[in-house]
Every structure is written in structure tokens, then in C-alpha cells.
């Protein structure tokens, strides 16, 4: 099991001279096989929140850190952890170092190369990942992890793992688990098939983040905004695909949204509400629905008084 932990997060926008905090000292712990929905009034922080977990160069953190807590299975049976590596501050890392220790921070889409294929971008990504890993966990001579064996990590897919020697997924052994990966999120074959430059739509961007994720089996995915402008159909789609990620990857979801609406069908074990770039109320399942009633005033009202 892994543990993202946000630990007195402060950050502000970078280069600013007038200076506004954003964030001001967040704390969160998301473990793997849990759903967390981060919701909160527009412009409170959580996209920031996001994003700084990310690395997005716009921001400056001051204060505090983003924990990545691992423990031996976390990248399959074989791959050793050594003691001295299971705990790393995300933002000591780049954005692809933070991929490869597993936490999931959102689809890049490079609309710009032409003649790619969905499957080509994602094989890359998912070989970009095994050899970020083999790199964090070489050891001084510039030896690979040892591999030994190790507990079952108790989920139905035990995570992948990867390439057999130093070479990279192989064209044929990706078709094979992308086509696993889409039958388990019920996508169409086709989808991967199609060029990155092709046009998707909206909806099929949010469907092709969930694959990336699917692919990369990360132990945390943070998803922004994954059910902003989604029809009926494809939230449903959308969510059995999250679902899925957690029922059988064991993914740890960390859901941002401003609506209660996909909470519906991604029901959250953990329900936090952000104001003015803090965590101002957790709850579980039904404090969203709470919200849904009375809106995000009464949770302002009722922490400035209780302060
Ligand atoms: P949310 O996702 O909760 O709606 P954001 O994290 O996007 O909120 O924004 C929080 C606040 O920080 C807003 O007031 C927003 O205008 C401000 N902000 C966020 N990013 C930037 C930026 N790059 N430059 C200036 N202000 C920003
Ligand atoms: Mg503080
Ligand atoms: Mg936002």
C-alpha cells in the first residue's frame, strides 16, 4: 500500500510580486484503494492543489511537502524497495521521476505530433515509467533493484512488471495489455488505434485519461475536474472506468471536483472540503451530499465561527 501525503502545503503563484498565497497549508493523506473527492467553492485551491503535486512551474511552494509513502509489492512481486527508498518528497522530483513512483498526475496531451497513435503515445509513457523506476532504485554501483519475491498486494491484477530484462515493452506485449486495460474500462478498441492529432472530443479526452491511467497503474492518481463537461453517458463511462481503477488496480483516487454529481457514481470512502487553500471539513460519503443540499456556505459559516 502507498500513501500520498500533502504535509503543511503552502504555495503561491511564481514570480509574483504582489505576493497571494494560494495555498495555505494543506494536509492530506490519500492511501492506495481509497476514493477521496477534494471538492470546494471555485477559486479555492484545489486545481493549484493539483497542480503542485504535479510540479507545474507557475507555482512556489514555501512551505511543506508532498509525501509519496511506499511499501514492498507497491511495483509488483519482484521489485525490491529498499527501506532507505520508501519515502520521497515529490517536490524534490521531476514530473516523470514523480510517474515512476507511481502517482498518476494527469493526462499530457501532446496535440501536436503528428502521426502518433494513442497506443504509440501510451506505449512511451508506460516505458518512460519502468525506466524512471529502474533509475530512482539503482543503487550506488548503478546496479538494477534486486528482484525477490513478495507478498501478494491482494488485488485482483497484481501490478505489472514490466520489462523481463533492461529492453522496453515490446510493441506486441503492449497491444496485449492495452487490450485487457480497455476491456477493463469497456473502451472501444478503436479508440487506440486513432491519431493523438484526430480530434477527440472533450469526453473522449476525459475516457483516454482514464486509460493512461489504467496503463501506468499507479498507486495515486490525482484527477482535476474529470467530470467538467460531461454528458450523462459519458460521466457514467468515466466513473466505471475510475471504479475500476480502484476495484482493480487498487488505485488510490484523489477526485477533484466542484460538483456532487460524479459522486454519484464514483462514491467517495473520504469527503474533504477546501476553502481559501486549506482543508476546512472532512466527512465521509454523505458530507458531499450534505453540500449538495446546503451549498459551501454553511461550511464557511461553520468553521469561521468554531475558529
Ligand atoms: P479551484 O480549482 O478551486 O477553482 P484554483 O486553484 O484554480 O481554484 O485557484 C485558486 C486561486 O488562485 C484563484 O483565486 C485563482 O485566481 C488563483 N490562481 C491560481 N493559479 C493562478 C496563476 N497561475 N496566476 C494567478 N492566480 C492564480
Ligand atoms: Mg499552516
Ligand atoms: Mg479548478
Same mark, same amino acid.
Given at each position: 500500500m502507498a500513501t500520498l501525503e500533502l504535509k503543511n502545503l503552502h504555495a503561491e503563484v511564481a514570480g509574483d510580486d504582489e505576493v497571494e498565497k494560494i495555498l495555505n497549508g494543506v494536509d492530506l493523506e490519500v492511501n492506495s484503494g481509497e476514493i477521496h473527492a477534494l471538492m470546494g467553492p471555485n477559486g479555492s485551491g484545489k486545481s493549484t492543489t493539483a497542480k503542485v503535486i504535479a510540479g507545474h512551474p507557475a507555482y512556489d511552494v514555501t512551505e511543506g511537502e508532498v509525501l509519496i509513502h511506499l511499501e514492498e509489492?507497491? /511495483?509488483?512481486? %519482484?521489485f525490491e524497495i529498499p527501506e532507505d527508498k *520508501?519515502?520521497?518528497?515529490? &517536490?524534490? &522530483?521531476e514530473p516523470n521521476e514523480r510517474a515512476a513512483l507511481g502517482v498518476f498526475l494527469g493526462f499530457q496531451y501532446p496535440a501536436e505530433i503528428e502521426g502518433v497513435t494513442m497506443s504509440n503515445f501510451l506505449r512511451t509513457a508506460v516505458n518512460a515509467k519502468f525506466e524512471g523506476r529502474e533509475e530512482l532504485f539503482e543503487d550506488e554501483e548503478g546496479e538494477e533493484p534486486e528482484r525477490t519475491e513478495s507478498e501478494d498486494?491482494? /488485488? %485482483?491484477? !497484481?501490478?505489472?512488471?514490466?520489462?523481463? %530484462? %533492461?529492453?522496453e515493452i515490446g510493441v506486441a506485449e503492449f497491444q496485449q495489455l492495452l487490450s485487457e486495460k480497455m476491456e477493463m474500462l469497456d473502451m472501444d478498441e478503436k479508440f487506440a488505434r486513432r491519431y493523438l492529432n484526430a480530434g477527440f472530443s472533450g469526453g473522449e479526452k476525459k475516457q483516454n485519461e482514464v486509460l493512461q491511467a489504467a496503463l501506468l497503474e499507479p498507486s495515486i492518481a490525482v484527477l482535476d475536474?474529470?467530470? !467538467?463537461?460531461?454528458?450523462i453517458d459519458r460521466l457514467q463511462d468515466v466513473s466505471k472506468g475510475i471504479n475500476a481503477l480502484r476495484d482493480e488496480q487498487g488505485t488510490g483516487i484523489l477526485q477533484i471536483t466542484h460538483?456532487? *454529481?460524479?459522486l454519484d457514481y464514483v462514491e467517495p470512502d473520504h469527503v474533504h472540503v477546501m476553502l481559501d487553500g486549506q482543508i476546512a471539513k472532512s466527512g465521509d460519503a454523505s458530507l458531499a451530499e450534505k453540500l449538495e443540499d446546503k451549498g459551501y456556505d454553511w461550511v464557511r459559516e461553520d468553521v469561521y465561527q468554531t475558529a
Open positions: 509489492g507497491d /511495483f509488483g512481486e %519482484d *520508501r519515502t520521497w518528497n515529490l &517536490l524534490d &522530483l498486494t491482494g /488485488f %485482483d491484477t !497484481s501490478p505489472m512488471e514490466g520489462p523481463a %530484462d %533492461d529492453g475536474e474529470i467530470d !467538467s463537461g460531461l454528458d460538483y456532487q *454529481r460524479i
